[in-house]
């Protein structure tokens, strides 16, 4: 990986935080009409694009899971018919592409859940006051996405490869 400001700010958070007993990631590149959450004790890493150096195709990030952390997700989203996927989805660059840079050793287990394309905007406001609890109980709760994500339109010229309305749109 590239060093840059986003991914020296990514482990200056690491430090600040420390290390909790398990994540959960909401990555918004896993993405369908359903609540899931992932419930195997290996994640694999899923390499959800094409046309970056062969080097990220071929990056792995062996966080273990947490199938107790995804139960007890499942507990808290009670009024939801919660998937336990055990075998298909896994740990999307949405989330391993920030973990690496802030717990680059793999060694905190990793629970993703998917964002449900069916709730309504209140409806996802409900799933993040079910789950706050978690944070008492150890829990970092990581959400990645951003409003500029068309790789497409990425200035490579760029430093940090980002157009400046788009700093201007984060600075608003």
Known sequence: FDTNSFTQRWRELSLTIGDPKAILALSAHWYVPATAVTAMANPRTIHDFSGFPRELSEFEYPAPGSPALAS?????????????????????????????????????????????????????????????????????????????????????????????????????
């Open 72 to 172: 007890r997700v499942s507990e808290l989203l009670s009024t939801q018919n919660v998937i336990q996927d055990d075998t298909q989805w896994g740990l999307d660059h949405g989330t391993w592409s920030v973990l690496a840079q802030m717990y680059p050793e793999a060694d905190i287990p990793v629970v993703q859940l998917s964002l449900n394309s069916t709730l309504a905007a209140a409806e996802h406001l409900d799933v993040g006051k079910a789950l706050h609890t978690l944070r008492r109980e150890g829990v970092l709760i990581l959400c990645s996405g951003n409003v500029v994500h068309h790789l497409g339109m990425l200035d490579r010229s760029q430093h940090d490869g980002v157009y400046d309305w788009a700093h201007r749109f984060d600075s608003e």
